[in-house]
């Protein structure tokens, strides 16, 4: 168990991060961030904050020497960066992220571990996409293999013809076949050092542009009659990465059950009801886990929950929403950028309290 007062490192400087941060306060730790130059906003919250390159090996050695436990907020934090932190320091192995970095990695470590994906391909070249095209068909989705987040690095494709306008990007990609899905949702569990696995309702998913915009519960019946099975896969894919903290994985509620669309080795978006609306929230219990104490309850504590993103130019107005019935909860990011397509914040409505 992590003894009060010790610092616990985050690898990422962004919201996320910054709910960590206050979550490990809370519990009467210290927070060291480190994070390439930026908008970081985790700074705020952090005793200590190194902002310095993902390869400067003297800033990694100063930051893991103020560390007693280290984790991340972003899954592409270079793995030679947690190469660089003593592998007793990590709270999970470095494993987690190489698998979640690639689109086609975690695709494969999924569909092995049983899971079902949309059908993919491997696309570095013209060729390849010409022949991916040929054997999955449109419509499709190509997407950087690599580094895309929010929608961010994806090309939809409509059809075969529109297809032949759309150039190999230059780097390596996957293309997949569009899933005709009836809901998204996501699995966010929390495994603990002992393999001790808890997971919270999962919410319906709505994007926009293919950015999370909304998350409710009660998430429908076509998304809780497929609510165990990709548990199941959730939970295995934990195990077999040896897993502790917070992990998500995305899927798609298709007629045929769910599909595996991807994972995120950390606390997610579309966990962020979990603050007011779950007995711990994903952040505490990331924290929890990570530093060996007993996990808390995921209990839903409402009938109704719903959580929106508040992004880019709406942040300018967001506290108005505090004007509201209901007793919103506004949180906002401190990001003085409010560029269009950034999260900027999210505000949660909660029901009834369930008894
Ligand atoms: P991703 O970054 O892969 O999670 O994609 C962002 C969003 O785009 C998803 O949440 C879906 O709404 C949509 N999307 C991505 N891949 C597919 C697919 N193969 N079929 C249908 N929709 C998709």
Redesign the pocket.
């Known amino acids: 168990m992590l003894a009060p007062g010790s610092t616990i490192g985050i690898l990422g400087g962004g919201q996320l991060g910054r709910m960590m941060a206050m979550a490990a306060v809370q519990l009467g730790y210290r927070v060291a961030g480190y994070a390439p130059a930026g908008e970081n906003v985790a700074v705020e919250v952090s005793a200590y904050f190194w902002e310095a390159g993902w390869a400067d090996r003297n800033a990694l050695a100063e930051f893991a020497a103020a560390c007693d436990v280290v984790t991340w907020e972003f899954e592409n934090v270079p793995l030679a960066t947690i190469a660089a932190i003593p592998p007793a320091l990590l709270a999970c192995p470095a494993r987690a992220l190489e698998v979640a970095q690639d689109r086609l990695s975690e695709k494969q470590f999924a569909e092995n571990l049983g899971g079902r994906a949309?059908p993919f391909a491997r696309v570095e070249s013209d060729e390849d996409f010409a022949r991916a095209l040929e054997r999955i068909g449109a419509p499709?989705?190509l997407?950087t293999a690599r580094e895309?987040?929010?929608?961010k690095g994806?090309w939809r494709i409509a059809s075969a013809h529109e297809a032949s306008g759309v150039r190999f990007p230059g780097q390596p990609c996957v293309y997949?076949?569009?899933?005709a899905?009836e809901a998204?949702f996501s699995v966010i569990l929390v495994r603990s050092r002992d393999g001790e696995v808890r997971f919270w309702n999962s919410t319906a998913?709505h994007?926009e542009g293919?950015m999370l915009a909304q998350s409710t519960l009660p998430a429908g019946a076509l998304i809780e009659a497929q609510v165990p099975e990709a548990r199941a896969l959730a939970a295995k894919i934990a195990e077999a990465l040896g897993y502790v903290g917070v992990l998500t994985v995305?899927f798609?509620a298709t007629r045929e059950g769910p599909v595996f669309?991807?994972m995120a080795p950390r606390v997610h978006n579309s966990g962020h009801w979990t603050i007011e609306g779950a007995a711990t929230s994903q952040f505490e219990n990331h924290i929890r886990a990570i530093a060996g104490l007993p996990l808390g309850s995921t209990k839903t504590r409402f009938e109704t929950i719903e959580m929106r993103n508040i992004v880019g130019p709406e942040a300018l107005t967001a506290h108005q929403i505090l004007a509201e019935q209901g007793e919103p909860h506004l949180h906002l990011y401190g990001k003085r950028e409010a560029r269009e397509g950034r999260k900027m914040g999210h505000v949660t409505r909660v029901g009834r309290p369930l008894s």
Request: charged share 25%; proline share 0%.
């Open positions: 949309a499709g989705i997407k895309g987040y929010d929608g994806q997949e076949g569009m899933v899905f998204e998913n994007h293919g995305e798609f669309n991807e």
